[in-house]
């Protein structure tokens, strides 16, 4: 069964500090996305990638980093968090492109003091 | 831009009551987009529950069924008979675009609460 995992689940960071949030698939889909979810908005695109190698800017990069060091694994990276980071991620994987069914994980709620 | 709007939740109704979820859609870019629903059951990822690409056309999946109505702009979630199952947030979202040029356009989400 196709399965997209998130970890961590939960995660509560300091302003300034490093945060890593990681997402294995083992759907051998060629894309992979990032998104963001809060209250009073839609999922908003951060980064996504069409492979190994690949990142891709989506419509909310700024304060972002991705990694696609393969094709299950895809890693967004804050390497300053803010409070305004504080949000439920998540990702998800798919083939073709965006019309074709998303593969999601379970999310990651992110808090940042 | 494309827009969707949804029904703002929460929605709370009891089981075996008829559920409608209202969608509608602002699509400037594209005639005919293709349009979704999906679904977050507590504790798991978004997953597909029904997609349309044909204006006029019907889709359905676990009991629920949404028209594509190009005239109202509209893609209305819609189940005869809730179960406490059902209980889950509902994404209603637009398609556009092909290969690169592709994208989803989301709407808020609806927050079902279906009471034994």
């Known amino acids: 069964e196709a399965a997209v995992t998130q970890s961590p689940r939960n995660k509560v960071a300091v302003t300034g500090g490093k945060v890593t949030l990681s997402c294995n698939q083992t759907?051998?889909?060629?894309?992979m996305y990032w998104y963001r979810q809060d209250t009073g908005h839609g999922l908003r695109l951060i980064h996504y990638?069409?492979?190994?190698?690949?990142?891709e800017k989506g419509d909310i990069p700024d304060g972002y980093k991705a990694s696609r060091p393969s094709q299950e694994n895809f890693s967004l990276i804050l390497e300053l968090a803010t409070p305004s980071q504080t949000s439920v991620y998540f990702c998800a994987s798919g083939d073709v492109d965006f019309q074709n069914t998303l593969y999601f994980g379970a999310g990651t709620r992110l808090s940042v003091l | 831009g494309d827009s969707v709007t949804q029904t703002e939740g929460p929605v709370t109704v009891s089981e075996s009551e008829s559920l409608i979820i209202n969608c509608t859609y602002s699509?400037?870019?594209?005639?005919?987009?293709?349009l979704f629903w999906y679904v977050r059951y507590p504790g798991e990822g978004l997953q597909l529950l029904l997609k349309?690409?044909?204006a006029g056309q019907k889709g359905s999946s676990r009991g629920f069924e949404a028209t594509y109505n190009k005239e109202t702009t509209s893609f209305h979630l819609q189940k005869a008979s809730v179960q406490e199952s059902d209980s889950a947030v509902y994404y209603c979202a637009l398609g556009e675009g092909v290969g690169d040029n592709s994208k989803l356009i989301w709407g808020l989400g609806t927050s079902l609460v279906v009471n034994p």
């Open positions: 759907n051998n889909h060629n894309n």
């Open positions: 699509a400037t870019s594209i005639a005919y987009p293709n």
């Open positions: 990638s069409y492979g190994a190698g690949s990142t």
């Open positions: 349309v690409i044909t």
